[in-house]
């Protein structure tokens, strides 16, 4: 699939994918299993090269959109520090290349940028 399809028809598909499997899982409608870390754990440690997309709120951290928006009102943006700091960790290792899939504002995803710059944010 990969050489047959340019790389936006390969990323735009893929995330579809994700998507529709997302609204499925949430239906009830999908066979989504836990994630199998007896699998996951080894081929991470034994990979040259990782790919690491992360759903950063709502997945990563619960947050509360009310609140969030008065902050940014304020022009505060505050993630939990626990929560940046184990993204930070994960793209600190050189094998790792982690984005950052988000809803934020952009105001908000420059602030994260600050944060943790070595992040993709999408």
Same mark, same amino acid.
């Given at each position: #699939?990969?050489?047959?399809?340019?790389?936006?028809? =390969?990323?735009?598909? =893929?995330?579809?994918?994700?998507?529709?499997?997302?609204?499925? #899982?949430?239906?009830?409608?999908?066979?989504?299993?836990?994630?199998?870390?007896?699998?996951?754990?080894?081929?991470?440690? #034994?990979?040259?090269?990782?790919?690491?997309?992360?759903? =950063?709120?709502?997945?990563?951290?619960?947050?509360?959109?009310?609140?969030?928006?008065?902050?940014?009102?304020?022009?505060? =943006?505050?993630?939990?520090?626990?929560?940046?700091?184990?993204?930070?960790?994960?793209?600190?290792?050189?094998?790792?290349?982690?984005?950052?899939?988000?809803?934020?504002?952009?105001?908000?995803?420059?602030?994260?940028?600050?944060?943790?710059?070595?992040?993709?944010?999408?």
């Amino acid at each position: #699939h990969v050489v047959t399809q340019t790389a936006q028809a =390969f990323a735009t598909s =893929f995330l579809m994918r994700c998507v529709r499997t997302n609204i499925e #899982h949430m239906r009830g409608d999908a066979n989504v299993l836990p994630l199998d870390l007896g699998r996951v754990i080894p081929r991470y440690k #034994h990979s040259q090269r990782r790919l690491i997309l992360i759903d =950063f709120e709502d997945t990563l951290w619960e947050r509360d959109p009310l609140v969030e928006r008065q902050r940014e009102k304020e022009g505060r =943006f505050e993630p939990p520090v626990g929560t940046v700091d184990a993204v930070e960790k994960l793209s600190l290792n050189p094998k790792n290349e982690v984005w950052l899939l988000s809803g934020l504002s952009k105001k908000a995803l420059d602030e994260v940028n600050k944060l943790i710059p070595k992040v993709g944010l999408m």
